[in-house]
């Protein structure tokens, strides 16, 4: 078929500025994602510890209210210490920094899934299709294509670890029927953001340098991978066998959590959930255990049938520096973590200048 | 030294040294689909001592040139300066030294102004990976700053122009050599620049497909109106397209004009074809003290200072031959590279 048989017409519309060029990158990146069913799917599985920790704020907020729809799951609160019981307002940045904090540690697993996902392709086609002169002869500069190119992957993370936040947030403000609830925990919010944040930028700019290493995806996603697990599997051998405290620096995962952890200030929490616990069955064991629900009209009194002393949680001061459980925030400054994630910005950000090169260079 | 000629309101040179063109006046340009009827004084591409190292290697060395609206091919060996210039007029390479306008924009204070107003085709083998065609063009709208409805609907249109309008639903990894070229074609003209700036663009294709990239700037250039800028090594395609030239060298301007004033006709040399024979004729003229050398399907014929085309008549008369070609040989755009190359040596 000849070509020029449709005619050319001229085009008079207007171009826009150059500063939110970045997001048509975005755009596309994350539109082209949406084709892989596994991403579906990890978004689809992310949503349920949303869900949980939705379903945790709503049940705080009517426990706090002692609304009568709890009625039915009374069984739930029989074990509780009692001076929990008796003023749930007083727990309530506690409790919601520890939903907050467990929420966000089960999505720290789906965002390294999901950056598997999403992120190998990002860069690595590209250089394997040699897009950067289509890029970079247009108005696009290097700054642009990599916030175009993190800002596919923040997409994504922001839609499982962020925007989750955000309305469970909204939703526990709404239950707990409480406009005191803001000045409460308007913190736990900031700090899960500002993790959020911090998550993204560190396996973004991270993803996106070992994407630009390879112009093989398989190899990139082999790499993130090893980066992932493997890290993670040598600071627990190491940290069970030379028992230093650095040991878990090694672990990537392990720095985001150890972040995570400053952030919200979860031990404070831990603790206090721990000592209210331990004074509970304290109180139980002494066989001295006062009701401080009274019956009156629209509420409930939770002092039904006979309390089961709940385990606290392991006791910090029990724990060696070294035999550390979950529970308890590892004894070594969060400013460790945080100088291994800089680092690590840093040296993504070198691979990145290296990798990705303006035009401006010999062929 | 530098021989100007005009032609059309342009203005155009020959250069046989390093010497600058110093071009003054305006260039108006008129029947482009943007002639108001204003006349635009801005030239197309302006560059003056513009100078570019990559370490050791000198890529341009205070090349100037002023090139006015039109199709210009650019023509040089491989290391004489093509792509650098190319590079220096997008805004893409930092200057050591110079400064220069592209649409009257500054090179090195409005790169991205310029990147929006003109149309890129690498001379590489680049796409967008894991998109189908419209996508890739609309994508490249959009990366120009193009409404995202305004793109699509555009990379309709211009895939329709280019000749993949039956393939625009397909990946483009699957595209053969040629249509990759008129995608990246399509994505360069998606937003209508007025300069179009094409990097070896018959780089590895088959003939066929040739003819129609070939094809294709042609009618960008002369029914759209849009400038062109062509580098390749394939002189015929520069020829076939450009009506302007301009031939590197060390990253040196060697050679400037319009292809038609450079290809100047010989006072002294004839393509003559005769009927019969043409090496008896060629020994009828030597016989008479004329070099004839048979070319092809001609004789060139070099008349000796003082003589007219009269005694290739004669000679015709004499030997009962028929002439039926007759006319001054005219340099070829070969001998125009060949010569500006070897002036450079």
């Keep these: 078929m000849p070509i020029l048989d449709q005619g050319y017409q001229h085009w008079n519309g207007q171009l826009r500025g150059h500063a939110w060029r970045w997001l048509t990158i975005t755009r596309q990146g994350a539109r082209a994602q949406l084709k892989n069913r596994w991403v579906w799917l990890m978004i689809i599985g992310a ?88 890029y970079f002869a247009r108005p696009v500069r290097r700054i642009d294509y990599f916030a175009g190119k993190l800002g596919v992957i923040a997409a994504y993370l922001g839609a499982i670890m962020v925007v989750p936040v955000l309305l469970a947030f909204g ?35 991270l993803m996106l340098a070992i994407s630009s290493l390879s112009r093989n995806s ?45 952030m919200l200030d979860s031990q404070t929490s831990r603790d206090k959930v721990t000592a209210l616990f331990q004074a509970g069955q304290n109180q139980l064991r002494q066989g001295a255990r006062p009701n401080p629900f009274q019956r009156r009209s629209g509420r409930v009194n939770f002092s039904v049938g006979p309390p089961q002393p ?8 029990n724990s060696t520096r070294n035999a550390r459980g979950p529970w308890q925030t590892p004894s070594y400054p969060w400013q460790w973590s945080a100088a291994v994630l800089a680092g690590l910005g840093v040296l993504s950000a070198w691979i990145l200048a290296t990798r990705v090169r303006s035009l401006d260079r010999l062929r | 030294m530098a021989t100007p000629g005009t032609f059309r309101g342009r203005i155009c040179y020959f250069i046989a040294d390093e010497a600058r063109a110093e071009i003054s006046g305006p260039t108006i340009r008129a029947g482009s689909d943007w002639d108001d009827g204003a006349t635009e004084f801005a030239m197309l591409i302006e560059l003056n001592g513009v100078t570019k190292t990559y370490g050791k290697v000198t890529a341009l060395s205070g090349l100037s040139v002023t090139l006015p609206e039109g199709s210009i ?20 390479i930092a200057l050591d030294a110079g400064s220069g306008r592209v649409l009257g924009m500054d090179i090195r204070t409005s790169r991205m102004d310029i990147r929006q107003s003109v149309g890129f085709v690498p001379e590489d083998e680049c796409l967008f990976p894991a998109v189908m065609g419209v996508q890739f063009v609309a994508y490249a709208g959009e990366l120009v700053g193009m409404q995202s409805r305004d793109a699509l609907q555009r990379a309709h249109e211009v895939l329709d122009y280019v000749g993949l309008g039956e393939a625009r639903y397909r990946r483009v990894e699957s595209y053969s050599t040629g249509m990759k070229q008129r995608i990246k074609i399509a994505s360069a003209i998606v937003h209508d620049p007025r300069l179009l700036i094409l990097d070896e663009p018959t780089n590895g294709m088959d003939p066929a497909g040739r003819e129609e990239i070939l094809a294709l700037a042609r009618d960008l250039s002369r029914a759209k109106g849009m400038s062109l800028v062509f580098s390749s090594h394939l002189l015929p395609d520069v020829e076939a397209v450009c009506e302007d030239v301009v031939v590197l060298g060390r990253g040196r301007l060697l050679a400037q004009g319009r292809i038609d004033t450079l ?7 004839f393509e003559v074809r005769v009927k019969g024979d043409q090496f008896a004729f060629a020994g009828r003229l030597a016989a008479r003290g004329i070099d004839a050398a048979p070319t092809d399907d001609h004789l060139l014929v070099q008349l000796p200072e003082g003589t007219g085309t009269a005694v290739l008549w004669e000679t015709a008369d004499q030997t009962g031959e028929q002439l039926r070609a007759l006319r001054p040989r005219r340099s070829t755009l070969e001998e125009i590279f060949l010569s500006a190359l070897a002036e450079q040596d």
């Design chain 1, 47 to 134: 949503c349920l510890p949303a869900l949980i920790l939705s379903g945790f704020l709503v049940l705080w907020g009517l426990f706090e209210q002692k609304s009568r729809v709890l009625t039915p799951l009374l069984f739930l609160f029989q074990g509780l210490p009692d001076e929990l019981r008796a003023g749930p307002r007083g727990y309530r940045t506690t409790f919601w920094t520890l939903a907050f904090n467990q929420f966000l540690d089960i999505q720290l697993f789906f965002a390294m899934a999901l950056v598997l996902l999403v992120g190998p392709e990002l860069i690595s086609q590209d250089l394997r299709f040699n897009a950067m002169p289509l």
């Design chain 2, 73 to 92: 091919g650019l023509l040089g060996p491989n290391g004489a300066g093509k792509t650098t210039m190319i590079r220096s007029l997008l805004g893409l």
């Design chain 1, 218 to 262: 398989r190899f990139v996603g082999a790499i993130w991978i090893g980066l992932w697990v493997a890290s993670g599997v040598a600071s627990t051998v190491l940290n069970q066998t030379i028992h230093k405290d650095w040991c878990p620096l090694l672990s990537y995962t392990a720095n985001l959590t150890r972040m995570r952890d400053a």
């Design chain 1, 171 to 205: 939703i526990g403000f709404a239950f707990s029927l409480d406009p005191l609830v803001f000045r409460d925990t308007w913190r736990v919010l900031v700090a899960s953001l500002a993790y959020g944040a911090v998550v993204v930028l560190s396996a973004g700019t």
């Design chain 2, 263 to 269: 290809k100047q006709p010989h006072d002294r040399q």
């Design chain 1, 310 to 317: 709940p385990a606290p949680p392991t006791a910090g001061a």
